[in-house]
């Protein structure tokens, strides 16, 4: 058992050689149904960064699916990746990241992936959180103290499993010392390039983005694509305060706090949406709200009373005279019912 123990702690650290060359070492948690997306999106630029043209040689960076069982892992779309190797010692790598799931499986880490990245994180390998992957890490304990980033689509699941927190929706991904999380989907991408930046180098970043025919490297805090608004801008701080007011839908903050979030002054966001919008960010914030409980009101069963609600409103009177002065009706003669008296005088 003894001998067995140390053949396997020094096949572990065998790797320490080829260090010399690899400058970006990266194991990989994937979740039972995990997001193949997200996990593609950074293994390939890690395997464009890792060699000349397209050959995919792991020589510049190298990168492990790890396992506790061995069993083949199957993704949310139904496609299995089988792992490479088993858990054995976390500093072989310079990274561990955990590709999250469905949020509605609910199914935490194993305990043995679990002592894995408690043991990474005692010894000082950075662990990412990757789609849901904050969310698995928080549960493990292991994001206390730490700012994380997850997608706009998964606020309101984070701060129900979460209570008291309140996660990064309006970044694509955050670094916060040795804890590192992404929206997901492209993102994913652009936190590998950011990684390979840092281990290998610019060019090499670029060359992967480039070749997945994706965009230059964003930096961590480009916004979020988010709901699809009607307002449109290239203003970086507008679209900010813009994503900002997308995650406070139902419980609305004022324009003074979005600013103090943003780190400016409330005239100053004023400015900034009058010169891209032609509007005020009080008027946009209100249509934000509207057009989120129009489309409810379309393509949903809630009643309208309980939209109101989702939507930041005082009560379905209060969203039927808004909505009324925006669209021209109410919401009850848009699905196609009789409006009760009082909503409509």
């Given amino acids: 058992m003894t001998q067995a123990t140390s053949q396997s702690t020094t096949a572990l650290r065998k790797p320490v050689a080829r260090q010399e060359k690899t400058r970006l070492s990266v194991g990989f948690i994937l979740a039972k149904r995990f997001t193949l997306c997200a996990f593609a999106n950074f293994v390939d630029v890690l395997r464009l960064a890792a060699d000349e043209g397209d050959r995919s040689r792991p020589i510049l960076c190298n990168w492990t699916v790890l396992s506790d069982t061995m069993d083949?892992?199957?993704?949310?779309?139904?496609?299995?990746v089988h792992p490479k190797e088993r858990l054995g010692d976390p500093r072989r790598f310079n990274y561990i990241v955990v590709v999250g799931g469905l949020i509605e499986d609910g199914t935490d880490l194993s305990a043995g992936y679990q002592n894995f990245l408690q043991e990474a994180a005692a010894a000082g390998?950075?662990?990412v959180g990757v789609c849901t992957g904050a969310?698995?890490?928080h549960r493990a304990g292991l994001l206390d103290?730490?700012?994380s980033c997850v997608s706009w689509f998964s606020h309101s699941?984070?701060?129900e499993q979460f209570d008291g927190l309140d996660p990064v929706t309006d970044q694509i991904f955050v670094v916060d010392r040795d804890r590192l999380t992404c929206a997901g989907g492209v993102s994913s991408a652009h936190l590998a390039a950011y990684l390979v930046d840092k281990h290998v180098g610019t060019a090499h970043a670029n060359k992967s983005l480039h070749i997945m025919i994706i965009d230059d490297a964003h930096q961590a805090e480009k916004p979020q694509p988010g709901i699809p608004?009607?307002?449109k801008t290239q203003n970086p701080i507008v679209q900010r305060a813009l994503h900002i007011m997308q995650q406070n839908i139902d419980a609305p903050i004022s324009i003074q706090e979005i600013a103090q979030r943003m780190g400016k002054s409330k005239r100053q966001i004023e400015r900034y949406f009058r010169l891209s919008l032609e509007t005020s960010p009080q008027v946009a914030f209100l249509n934000i709200r509207l057009d989120l409980a129009r489309h409810l009101i379309l393509t949903s069963q809630k009643s309208v009373a309980q939209i109101a609600v989702d939507c930041g409103f005082c009560d379905s009177s209060h969203l039927?005279?808004?909505f009324r002065r925006r669209y021209g009706?109410?919401?009850q003669v848009l699905r196609g019912l009789p409006a009760p008296q009082e909503q409509v005088a």
């Fill in 329 to 331: 009706c109410t919401p």
């Fill in 145 to 147: 103290g730490y700012r």
């Fill in 157 to 159: 699941d984070f701060k």
């Fill in 135 to 137: 969310f698995l890490l």
């Fill in 72 to 80: 083949p892992i199957p993704s949310s779309s139904g496609i299995s």
């Fill in 229 to 231: 608004l009607d307002l």
């Fill in 125 to 127: 390998v950075p662990l």
């Fill in 320 to 322: 039927s005279r808004m």
